[in-house]
């Protein structure tokens, strides 16, 4: 008889328990679902307005352009894109639908002049990245030395039919003919290459593929009379004219001479920020 009691009195605390378990449960998979819910991307990429790409030079990072990007737009959205080696794809910052100018920084591990053969492969994987994320149609783009042979590389073998459009394009000191004295004289005008270099002769190979649409802007850099930014001869960047000036919709030269004409100092250089504004916006 006590043991009937007993077992009376305990099932309905073993009921008020499982009954404690179950709601302390039930609350657990709720938070779980709403972290989940706070936490997990929208599978709709953010619509952007048309945004601009810059691209460094050897040995270059995705702060590169800070002060630049600061200069042309204080209140420009920046993001920064790494590619690695392997070929994966990392960034910091992030864009919004409400900003006027928005700003991509895409800068790679090794950008190293041994690794500029496959740097164009790794631009189309960034923008495939920023695809995922981000929803637009045309871009401009800026590449800083060897960030003109990227774009050029990228254009004649690794565009794909799905990615965005580019639509504006400069390029700041590129070295299409190499820097070498070999190659290039000391002039600012001609109408004839001293000798073609095997970089230039690649890029020949496949311009075709070029999009004829592209608006290009070609800037070099002269220090005192040298006919140089210091690094790279104002001729091999001129020589780009082989490359695009009958390919693409328009094509423009610009000699900076003056203040801030230096190579690295290019991207730092008033007019050539007034450039940008002018050209692109």
């Known amino acids: ?25 039930l609350l657990f998979q709720k938070s779980l679902t709403a972290f989940a819910e706070k936490f997990t991307p929208t599978s709709e990429p953010v619509e952007i307005q048309t945004p601009t790409i810059f691209v460094p030079g050897t040995n270059g990072t995705v702060n590169r352009f800070n002060g630049l990007i600061k200069t042309l737009d204080s209140k420009a959205d ?22 006027e100018h928005p700003s991509i920084v895409i800068a790679f591990k090794d950008s190293s002049d041994d690794t500029l053969p496959v740097q164009g492969k790794w631009y189309q994987l960034a923008l495939s990245y920023i695809q995922k994320r981000y929803s637009f149609e045309t871009y401009n ?10 774009i050029t590389s990228y254009l004649e073998e690794f565009q794909q039919p799905d990615d965005p459009i580019l639509a504006k394009l400069i390029t700041l000191g590129t070295p299409y003919n ?23 002769k690649g890029y020949l190979k496949n311009l075709e593929n070029i999009p004829d649409t592209i608006k290009m802007l070609n800037i070099a850099g002269e220090v005192d ?9 104002v001729q091999s960047v001129f020589s780009g004219r082989s490359i695009y000036q ?3 919709a328009e094509y423009q030269e610009v000699l900076i001479q003056g203040e801030k004409t230096s190579h690295s100092e290019l991207v730092e250089n008033q007019t050539v920020v007034q450039l940008l504004k002018d050209f692109f916006w």
Do not use: C, W
Not at 78 to 99: F, I, M, N, P, Q
Not at 178 to 200: G, H, R
Not at 225 to 233: E, G, L, Q
């Open 225 to 233: 009379d040298t006919a140089s930014d210091n690094t790279v001869p």
């Open 1 to 25: 008889m006590n043991d009937t009691k007993n077992i009376k009195r305990r099932v309905p605390k073993i009921l008020l328990i499982v009954g404690v378990v179950l709601m302390l449960f």
């Open 78 to 99: 920046v993001l920064k894109v790494t590619v690695a080696t392997d070929g994966t794809v990392s960034s910091k910052g992030k864009l919004t639908s409400s900003t």
């Open 141 to 150: 783009y800026l590449g800083h030395s060897n960030g003109g042979l990227v």
């Open 246 to 248: 009958e390919q693409v």
């Open 178 to 200: 190499d820097t070498s004295k070999k190659y290039n004289d000391a002039v600012t005008s001609f109408t004839q290459l001293k000798e073609t270099s095997e970089l230039l």
